[in-house]
Structure formats: C-alpha cells, structure tokens
C-alpha cells in the first residue's frame, strides 16, 4: 500500500518521467510504473507529506509543508469525493477520475504547479477518459 496526499492523485496522471532530481524521479517512476502495471494496488489518502514528497530535494524551499498545498490536496480530495485517511485501489482512482475531473480541472486546482505548462496532466486526464490507464514510460 501506498500512502499519497491529494495533489499526487493529479501528478501521477501526467508524470512522464521529470522531476526535481534523479532521487525524486526514481521513486516517482517506481509509484507510477506500480500502480500503472497493478492498478488494483492500495492507496491510503493522507493528509500532508507523502510517499512522494520522501524523495523531494532537500536544497531549497521543502514545498510539501506550505499552506498552499495542502489546501490544493484538500481542493482535489473534495473535488474526487474522496477524504483523507480512506484506502482503495489505484483502479477506483482513475474510475474517479473518468466520472468526476475534466482536463480543464487542472488550470484550476494546479494554477501554480511549475509543471501545469507542460500540458501532459491533461493529456493523461484524457487517457484516464479513454480507458487506457497510466501512459507507459519511455
């Protein structure tokens, strides 16, 4: 089982394999790569710094205690009808996610996200719609 906050539900769906380091994008990978392979693995919501954010580089500002964060988790946590401390797997994610998020959901719950510019969380928003579930990495 793995433990994500809520903003991470969003990130996994338009990871392509960048990050804020080699460290960070291995772990990334290893989640995404899990949960797209085993869609039925857990998943427990919690509130704060995650799984995830355990790989987040430590030089700079450490994003995954601000305010703003977590009150983007909260925001799509709510958005998905979902709250913290609730476990269910990965596949009831992107069912969620077919039912309940558009692409155009991530201008507004990810107006700050450095990797908002990118467009790939809305391609893989569209995925998730298509039926096709995580994208392989390259």
């Known amino acids: 089982m793995f433990k994500l906050r809520g903003h991470h539900l969003f990130c996994l769906l338009g990871y392509r394999g960048m990050g804020y380091s ?4 291995e772990n990334m990978t290893r989640l995404h790569q899990t949960l797209r392979e085993k869609p039925e693995t857990l ?6 710094p995650d799984h995830l954010c355990e790989k987040y580089p430590n030089s700079g500002a450490y994003h995954c205690q601000e305010q703003s964060i977590y009150d983007q988790d909260a925001a799509i946590l709510a958005k998905m009808g979902l709250i913290i401390g609730q476990i ?3 596949e009831d994610i992107e069912s969620r996610v077919r039912k309940l998020v558009v692409p155009s959901d991530i201008q507004i719950f ?11 969380c809305e391609e ?5 719609h298509a039926g096709k579930g995580l994208r392989k990495l390259n």
């Open 110 to 120: 990810c107006e700050t996200c450095s990797w908002r510019s990118y467009g790939v």
């Open 124 to 128: 893989g928003i569209q995925e998730i």
């Open 22 to 25: 080699e460290e960070y994008v």
């Open 43 to 48: 998943i427990q919501l919690i509130k704060g």
């Open 88 to 90: 269910l797997r990965w």
